[in-house]
């Protein structure tokens, strides 16, 4: 199955995407991991990539959807976290999902989890200092590198990121909604119960 997980910053899409990939052993891809990997690379196109990112400037969307193209090519099962945000990455795209699942969730609730979120500097997997903590303080329980605080997880910063995905994602959710492949799950509710309901929708 082709699947896109979708919801607001602090719906908890990491956290349910990791969940999934390690219990089916499906792949996933996050966008913002893809565009880090290409700058590591030092290629042209991360290069430019990387201007971007430094002049604090998105992205094009064209570029993004290429680079997903690229490593989704020939699998016929895989989880997309946060992919497509918005419309135009929906046309560029252009791959027939099977499901999308939007992961509904209160901005006061958001908020809460993303301002006591870490994340694995190497192998990106998320924790919560309260609801998913790691073993060790301060290091992934994976790979055992140092886990950090993005930048943009600010309680403002956090503020701004939720007002930019209702003005640029609802309209993708509307648009899979249409297309009858979207499925609402209410991410209020606790880690175990958000993903039993989501797990019940798949057979790999």
């Not at 990791?18 to 590591?40: I, P, T, Y």
């Not at 997309?80 to 499901?99: I, W």
């Not at 694995?120 to 303080?137: L, Q």
């Amino acid at each position: 199955m082709k699947i896109a997980l979708l919801g607001p910053p602090g719906a908890g899409k990491g956290t349910f995407a990791q969940m999934l990939e390690d219990e089916f052993k499906v792949k996933r891809f996050v966008m913002g991991d893809l565009l880090r990997e290409e700058v590591k690379k030092k290629t042209k196109l991360g290069k430019e990539i990387k201007n971007y990112i430094d002049n604090g400037v998105l992205v094009p969307d064209e570029i993004a959807c290429n680079i997903m193209r690229r490593k989704i090519k020939g699998k016929k099962n895989y989880i997309l976290d946060g992919f497509p945000r918005t419309l135009l990455q929906v046309k560029s795209f252009k791959e027939d999902l099977d499901k999308v699942i939007y992961i509904t969730t209160k901005n006061e609730i958001a908020i809460s989890r993303l301002a006591g979120r870490r994340q694995c500097s190497k192998c990106h997997r998320v924790y919560h200092i309260k609801t998913n903590p790691p073993k060790e303080d301060g290091k992934c329980d994976f790979c055992k590198s140092k886990l950090y605080i993005r930048t943009d997880e600010t309680e403002e910063a956090i503020k701004q990121r939720l007002e930019n995905y209702k003005k640029e994602t609802e309209p993708v959710i509307e648009y899979y909604k249409k297309k009858k492949i979207l499925v609402e799950i209410n991410g209020n509710r606790s880690i175990k119960e958000v993903y039993e309901d989501i797990r019940k929708l798949f057979k790999w």
